[in-house]
Nanobody, 123 residues
Framework: QLQLVESGGGLVQPGGSLRLSCGASGFRLDDYAMGWFRQAPGKEREGVSCISSSSITTRYEESVKGRFTIHRDDAKNAVYLQMNDLKPEDTAVYYC????????????????WGQGTQVTVSS
């Protein structure tokens, strides 16, 4: 059974940090590029970061560059998003997803999604 499960979300003050985790089961993570996306209320889902299957390529949405870092641990079949210097505008449900195409910030290129984890940045 294919499954992606996100964890690590929560409530954090502006300037704080969170580390999101995405565990995969039912398939080998190293066969896929992986991405993190987010969706805030009333907004479309947007790509935050992605990493190629080889980890050679990473991409970041402009507003998170220098603050977020994606990495993967294929031995653990997991991908992570370290988020530092969080801002209120980072508040959203964060999703991980897999792509058999390429590391992209375009949601349409991802074929399987987790259920999401809520991140709220507020004082």
């Amino acid at each position: 059974q294919l499954q992606l499960v996100e964890s690590g979300g929560g409530l954090v003050q502006p300037g704080g940090s969170l580390r999101l985790s995405c565990g995969a089961s039912g398939f080998r993570l190293d066969d896929y590029a992986m991405g993190w996306f987010r969706q805030a209320p009333g907004k479309e889902r947007e790509g935050v970061s992605c990493i190629s299957s080889s980890s050679i390529t990473t991409r970041y949405e402009e507003s998170v560059k220098g603050r977020f870092t994606i990495h993967r641990d294929d031995a653990k079949n997991a991908v992570y998003l370290q988020m530092n210097d969080l801002k209120p505008e980072d508040t959203a449900v964060y999703y991980c997803a897999r792509s058999g195409i390429a590391a992209s910030l375009w949601p349409a290129e991802y074929d399987y999604w987790g259920q999401g984890t809520q991140v709220t940045v507020s004082s």
